[in-house]
């Protein structure tokens, strides 16, 4: 018998195993698995996550079709890592072993502290005699450090039968720091619309089992493990990891109905963590069943240069309001007619990251203040001949949460705030205002809300060139094409560079550039350059 809010005797074995192999340094061979393997068990890859200027997550995972063959699906498996200051690991800087447990489908965290900021590691894992592929992450500068440049991808929506995600191949040639993925890693949906470009397996996915081959499948697609071992990331989800518009602990809108959604979010956000390179503690309660949230949302320093504040606008959101005959899901609605959309106490984050984001910005000394979350901030308004017609699914749905996440940056004089964001499928940039209910007011940021990898956009061009046109805190919109943005920053100013996939359809697509911004360091405002 255990009391109800504490781990499980099998949980609690469970969080033990993990800590108490995560950090095993030096082990001797004896203790190494010795496992020969029929068939590769690093087939998802490799990559690297959660920097900071001391420390980096590791990850894989084994493949299961590797581990039924031989014998080890019920079995804890020793996977040795190693991080080294060379790609021939001729000067190995840590290393150590880490049982990979099937209770976390024998995926692999290596949480390596004590390194040296700013610095550049190629790691592996090795279990038996198979070796997989190498990856190269990085530390970030420390705090205190003068920063000269810094150079991000950010990216989003990657529905695998959309398309192919030829993008990740020429984000490679970047030259990046950090790749910053922004919602929607995987799909929950059987098939894409109008039909596959490549086949989506395993039908509606609901359940811890479905979400782990659907991760599995994703993985699988060689450009994103080639972007994976090439740079750090930073991630969030957004609502297809779970289901489409789930709201907080409200379910959403796609695929069979289930009886116990919490126990559904659950194994969704259990699987996230299996294939992410994210830190335990995050996810440490939910794995040891004490508990239904997970955190996160979290802030991330780059020297002197910037901050990174990657945000969760889905978990403890209140529901969509005023959805036709009580729905749930998303609508586009007209907010004159929606009383409860202006209730003061809506809440888009939560009381406690709203709280925590404004005590981030108050103590904040960086040069630019990075806000990565799932969507565009700026109000869109889709009715073009005179009305207001709103998505109740992002921040429009929630304007008084938009005002206060405004209010904090002025308040606390948060200097040069960007917000990146993604979900739409679509390339908005526009400038943050003040007070969008009044036009004039200041602008007191800058926002880049990048397109899809592969998911289709939702709205035509011709629709969307007649939206700037009643929407002018906005620049520029693009429905046309998927791709990635590309964000550089110095001490003088940042710039944004739009990269267009010719064709997602395409596995071997070119790239163009669809257009490029600067912003100059004090001053919010926004000018195209090419």
């Known amino acids: 018998m255990f009391l109800p809010g504490t781990p499980s005797p099998k949980r609690r074995r469970l969080i033990q195993g993990i800590t108490s192999t995560i950090a095993l340094i030096g082990l001797p061979d004896a203790v190494w698995s010795k496992q020969a393997w029929a068939a590769d068990p690093f087939t998802m890859g490799v990559a690297s996550g959660s920097p900071t200027s001391d420390s980096i997550v590791l990850w894989t995972r084994l493949d299961p079709l590797a581990v039924d063959a031989a014998g080890l699906t019920t079995q804890k498996i020793p996977v040795t890592w190693q991080l080294a200051h060379d790609e021939r690991f001729s000067r190995i800087a840590s290393q150590g072993v880490i049982q990979a447990l099937p209770a976390l489908a024998h995926s692999v965290h290596a949480e390596i502290d004590g390194l040296e900021p700013d610095r550049h590691y190629f790691y592996r894992f090795i279990t038996g005699s198979v070796t997989s592929p190498t990856g190269r992450t990085r530390t970030f500068p420390d705090a205190r450090t003068a920063v000269n440049r810094l150079r991000l991808a950010y990216a989003s929506c990657q529905q695998w039968g959309n398309g192919f995600y030829s993008a990740y191949r020429h984000m490679?040639?970047?030259?990046?720091?950090?790749?910053m993925f922004l919602g929607d890693y995987m799909y929950e949906y059987p098939s894409s619309r109008p039909k596959d470009i490549r086949p989506t397996t395993g039908g509606w996915v609901t359940t811890l089992e479905g979400y782990r081959k659907r991760y599995a499948l994703h993985k699988s697609d060689l450009d994103l493990q080639a972007m994976h071992a090439a740079a750090p990331w930073l991630i969030t989800?957004?609502?297809?990891?779970?289901?489409?518009?789930?709201?907080g602990t409200q379910q959403g809108n796609s695929g069979p109905p289930v009886s116990d959604f919490m126990a559904r979010r659950r194994a969704a956000y259990q699987a996230f963590y299996e294939h992410m390179p994210v830190r335990l503690a995050s996810f440490k309660?939910?794995?040891?069943?004490?508990?239904?949230?997970?955190?996160?949302?979290?802030?991330?320093?780059f020297g002197q240069l910037a901050s990174f504040y990657m945000l969760d606008n889905r978990q403890y959101r209140d529901p969509q309001a005023c959805n036709p005959n009580n729905g749930i899901g998303s609508s586009k609605i007209n907010p004159e007619h929606c009383a409860s959309l202006n209730q003061p106490q809506r809440t888009f984050l939560g009381e406690e990251q709203e709280g925590w984001l404004k005590r981030q910005f108050e103590k904040s000394s960086t040069q630019w203040n990075v806000i990565g979350q799932q969507t565009v901030l700026g109000p869109r308004n889709f009715d073009t001949k005179g009305g207001v017609k709103i998505s109740n699914d992002g921040w429009d749905g929630y304007p008084q949460a938009r005002q206060r996440l405004i209010d904090a940056m002025r308040q606390t004089r948060l200097r040069n705030p960007v917000v990146l964001g993604g979900d739409v499928h679509e390339n908005w940039v526009g400038h943050i205002l003040s007070d969008y209910r009044q036009p004039a007011s200041e602008a007191v940021g800058v926002e880049f809300c990048g397109t899809s990898i592969t998911s289709l956009a939702h709205t035509s061009q011709d629709k969307i060139d007649k939206m700037l046109r009643v929407n002018p805190h906005f620049i520029f919109a693009d429905s046309n094409y998927r791709g990635y943005g590309v964000a550089e920053f110095t001490p003088a100013g940042m710039t944004t560079t739009l990269r267009a996939v010719e064709d997602a359809t395409n596995p071997q697509s070119g790239i163009r550039t669809l257009?490029?911004?600067?912003?100059?360091?004090?001053l919010p405002t926004i000018q195209r350059v090419l």
């Open 285 to 301: 309660s939910l794995i040891a069943d004490a508990g239904e949230n997970v955190r996160i949302f979290g802030s991330h320093t």
């Open 515 to 522: 257009a490029k911004f600067a912003v100059e360091s004090g």
């Open 237 to 247: 989800w957004d609502d297809h990891e779970v289901q489409n518009d789930y709201a």
């Open 172 to 179: 490679l040639a970047e030259n990046l720091d950090l790749v």
